[in-house]
């Protein structure tokens, strides 16, 4: 039942053109498809047709225009086998008949709100007709929708609209062409009664697109910003790597129940509308920042995804790492680098390194899988990227421009693989690039552990490093790995010092590991220099060093890496806050030390030249970084309540700092985006966190005030955030009044109920049920679990992790009780267990027993079946 890598065929059967002509209907909706099929001449002559399918039911077959006889095929809900095709091109008609409306795992065409929607990444397709549905079979599509006028006025598919005309009964259609071959997990269409925004695009060469933005009706109000960053996209794409649009019209639809973030479809991206709409008074500045985000990588798929798409679903890095490269990029450019490079450090190893320590492991580039859905992960996604930038900084900016062009012209129109786009990079920097292919094939973060060692007589300074990779699931022998570190060597000034070997030769600042040993020695150091590693987090791996305390406040404050300044604020406030919690767990305490104190005092000071910048600094680990900084036997309740006393006693040491800095940083004008007032407003809004850490009812008073005072939704929800975080009546009428406020925009409550589900006390689970069971929340779409059930199990350690293992009990039933709905989202819950080895006792056995009960729950969909194997392995 798995599917391998190494059992990588061609099929049998290629397709080089589709004819789609569906009539919608909300629960019969007629799909007839005219497939022009050839022999793959790498395919095994004389075999029979095998098409997948999903839930489908045939209604009939032809080929070349003549009906099969039952005999000569046979039609299940999961597959269409003929058993003997002609050896030779021939069409072949298939007509089935699907229940969109029935349709509740949101794959394939199902309706969100009344609209007609589908999504086919990866095997959804398949629920459409019977079809080689997988990606290395390329065909140009021609799609007919037709629909009652009423019930969808709007006819929308890949391409370009071709033909428009009226029907009988009240009936219309529309005809779509896609002049580009694309594998079928790019086909989309929509059918509904949606509002649109219109803008036009010219590109470099030329080319007149129209773009469109469809919302439903009322919501036009809120595309301004998603368009903005479209059209930023398409130019920022022309000028950076030199990519093109090429269709006549690019349109993005937005719909309320959606697995994922967003699709890439060709010309016709569908996307989650949390990631389209926004207006100062409904979105966040996190908000504004993910909508442009999310809309670049859609839009940046066009060439790394659809013109170059993957040869199969273990390739699945080839396109999504690459593209989360281009929009860190994208990002970079458009705001700040340091901050962009920050937050996407922190969202590694939030979300990666704890995945990779844990039993849902994987390579970037898997080599085998039962449920490829359940690999889109942040290993694929963001240490794809990573890995992107490790050979960057390995082969250097020149040679990896080179690589890439050369990538995106040799493979335009391929289905490609991880080799081919590798083999690119070879060629250009002439570098052989076999060791750092280990990227993709090893799972598990690299430990690198550096010794320095100084001797003043001879000044010389000399780094001894170590890597070593842990057992991962699948892999208990690893090889080494090429491990560029970007140094620095700090003079007792704060500056630079030049890099010398030790026969006085000026080196650039990256070493490079390629053995599990290496030792660097540098000249010219009379004094002791402070070393700054990993600059930049140019290795995602995890790094110790013998840098004492001193240093790091020192590297801190003078760190000419921006990044590495953040990082020695990390590092010391996560020394100290596990060495914390061990001691809360042994009944005793550890008073923060002052050097913390005058670090973050120091940090405060210079915060408004880079308000962004600091508002990063000041934001201390969060509860999961510590643990799993701390690794095994983890007790989330002494993290809470050693983080918890480092809070209070930074908001009574720097209190007044901190309120100075909130009235020096209030606005001056109303509200805008743009990355330098969100900076600010993020500045003061951790300065705020922080402040009212101490718990006084005076400060908590002004935090209300704030709260109704606001005129915008960043400030609003992070004086909320700050007033759940406390008991008391200041909560609750916040609570009240922002519900009341917004009481008929779900994507608005979603933040509402977020923020309820991460309070950290013992009543939240029965909040969290209670919210659960309100009329207004609708159990089945996707952002409203993620914001109550997932935020639940993410982001509020102490209560999933409950000692009674209530939370845990919670989350299993949640998870059984929705895998027979939507198995894909029923599976990434269950995934908040990735980290359950990692506990104490105690907690460990109450994760299990719920896993366990997960796993014995009969017909398990093959979603959950996969996930909670794997936890349990
Ligand atoms: N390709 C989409 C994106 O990166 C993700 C779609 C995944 N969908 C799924 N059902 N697995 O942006
Ligand atoms: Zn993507």
Not at 19 to 47: E, F
Not at 68 to 86: C, D, H, K, Q, V
Not at 698 to 709: Q, S
Request: hydrophobic content about 40%; aromatic content about 8%; glycine content about 6%.
């Amino acid at each position: 039942q798995p599917v391998r890598l190494s059992e990588y065929r061609v099929a049998n059967h290629s397709v080089t053109t589709v004819a789609l002509d569906v009539a919608l209907d909300p629960t019969a909706t007629r799909v007839n498809a005219r497939i022009d099929v050839v022999p793959h001449p790498q395919g095994v002559a004389g075999a029979p047709l095998v098409f997948d399918g999903d839930d489908l039911v045939l209604v009939s077959l032809s080929v070349d225009g003549v009906a099969l006889p039952p005999e000569g095929f046979e039609a299940t809900p999961e597959r269409l086998t003929i058993f003997n095709p002609p050896a030779r091109a021939f069409a072949l008609e298939i007509e089935t008949r699907i229940n969109p409306e029935a349709n509740t795992q949101l794959m394939g065409l199902y309706r969100s709100s009344g609209t007609f929607c589908t999504q086919c990444e990866a095997e959804g397709f398949r629920r459409i007709t019977y079809f080689p549905d997988r990606p290395d079979v390329l065909a140009v599509y021609t799609t007919r929708i037709e629909a009652d006028r009423a019930l969808a006025p709007v006819l929308l598919g890949n391409g370009n609209l071709v033909e428009t005309g009226d029907l009988e009964d009240n009936r219309h259609f529309a005809v779509w062409h896609d002049p580009h071959p694309k594998p079928s997990y790019l086909f989309a269409l929509v059918g509904g009664d949606l509002a649109h925004v219109e803008d036009h695009f010219t590109t470099r060469s030329g080319r007149e697109v129209v773009l469109r933005i469809y919302v439903e009706h009322g919501k036009e109000g809120r595309c301004a910003y998603a368009m903005d960053a479209l059209k930023r996209s398409m130019r920022w794409d022309e000028e950076v790597f030199g990519c093109e649009y090429d269709l006549d019209i690019f349109m993005i639809v937005a719909v309320g129940d959606f697995n994922m973030g967003a699709m890439e479809n060709k010309g016709l991206n569908i996307f989650n509308d949390k990631y389209v709409l926004a207006l100062p008074d409904t979105a966040t500045d996190q908000d504004f920042a993910q909508i442009e985000a999310i809309i670049a990588h859609e839009y940046f798929h066009n060439w790394t995804g659809n013109r170059i798409t993957c040869r199969d679903w273990f390739q699945l890095c080839l396109k999504e790492g690459l593209t989360v490269f281009r929009d860190q990029e994208f990002t970079s450019d458009m705001r700040s680098r340091a901050v962009k490079r920050i937050a996407d450090v922190r969202l590694l190893k939030s979300a990666q390194f704890s995945e990779d320590a844990g039993p849902l492991a994987h390579p970037v580039r898997p080599e085998i899988y039962k449920e490829i859905n359940n690999f889109y992960t942040p290993t694929v996604y963001e240490k794809g990227a990573e890995v992107i930038r490790v050979l960057k900084v390995l082969i250097g900016a020149e040679a990896f421009k080179t690589g890439l062009d050369l990538y995106l012209k040799r493979h335009d129109g391929d289905a490609a693989t991880v080799e081919d786009f590798i083999a690119c990079f070879a060629e250009a920097s002439g570098r052989d690039l076999t060791q750092f292919f280990l990227w993709y094939r090893q799972s598990g973060t690299p430990d690198v552990s550096v010794e320095t060692h100084h001797d003043a007589v001879e000044g010389t300074f000399t780094l001894d490093i170590r890597q070593s990779l842990r057992p991962t699931p699948g892999q208990s022998m690893k090889e080494p790995m090429v491990i560029p570190l970007a140094i620095g060597l700090l003079g007792e000034d704060g500056v630079d010092r030049p890099l010398l070997t030790d026969d006085g030769q000026q080196v650039a600042g990256v070493v490079a590991l390629n053995a599990e040993r290496h030792r660097f020695t540098f000249s010219g150091h009379p004094t002791r220099p402070v070393l700054s590693i990993n600059r930049g987090f140019s290795a995602p791996i995890r790094l110790k060093t013998d840098l004492r305390r001193e240093d790091l406040a020192f590297l801190a404050r003078h760190d000419s890496d921006a990044y590495n300044r953040w990082q020695a604020m990390q590092t010391l406030a996560t020394q100290y806050l596990t060495d914390a919690s061990e001691a809360v767990r042994s009944g005793g305490a550890s008073p923060a030390p002052d050097i913390l104190l005058e670090a973050m005092r120091a940090a405060l000071a210079g915060s408004e030249q880079d308000p962004a910048f600091a508002a990063q600094v000041l934001t201390l680990p969060s509860e999961a970084d510590i643990a799993r900084e701390i690794g095994t036997n983890v007790d989330p309740s002494a993290i809470f309540a050693a983080r918890r006393a480092l809070r209070t006693a930074l908001a009574q040491s720097l209190g007044d700092s901190l309120s100075g800095l909130i009235e020096r940083l209030a606005p001056t004008s109303s509200y805008s985006p743009d990355a330098i007032s969100a900076g600010r407003r993020a500045l003061a809004n951790v300065a705020l966190d922080l402040l009212a850490a101490a718990g006084d009812a005076e400060r908590l008073a002004a935090v209300a005030r704030r709260f109704h005072a606001a005129d915008n939704m960043t400030d609003r929800l992070a004086a909320l955030a700050v007033l759940v975080q406390h008991q008391g009546s200041d909560r609750e009428d916040a609570l009240a009044t922002f519900e009341e406020r917004f009481r008929t925009d779900p994507l608005i409550l979603d933040k509402w109920l977020a923020l309820q589900a991460g309070i950290p006390e013992a009543g939240t689970l029965d909040r969290v049920r209670a919210l659960m069971s309100r009329p207004g929340f609708h159990a089945t779409n996707p952002n409203r679990l993620r914001s109550l059930v997932g935020s639940f199990a993410s982001l509020n350690p102490t209560q999933f992790n409950r000692i009674d293992g209530q939370g845990y009990d919670f989350l299993a039933e949640v998870v059984i009780g929705l895998d027979t709905r939507n198995p894909q989202v029923a599976a990434r819950l269950l995934g908040a267990f990735k980290s359950w080895r990692a506990l104490e006792p105690a907690r460990r056995a109450k994760a299990e027993a719920a896993l366990k009960r997960v796993s014995e729950t009969d017909g398990l969909s093959p979603d959950v079946r996969d996930i909670v194997d794997r936890s349990l392995a």
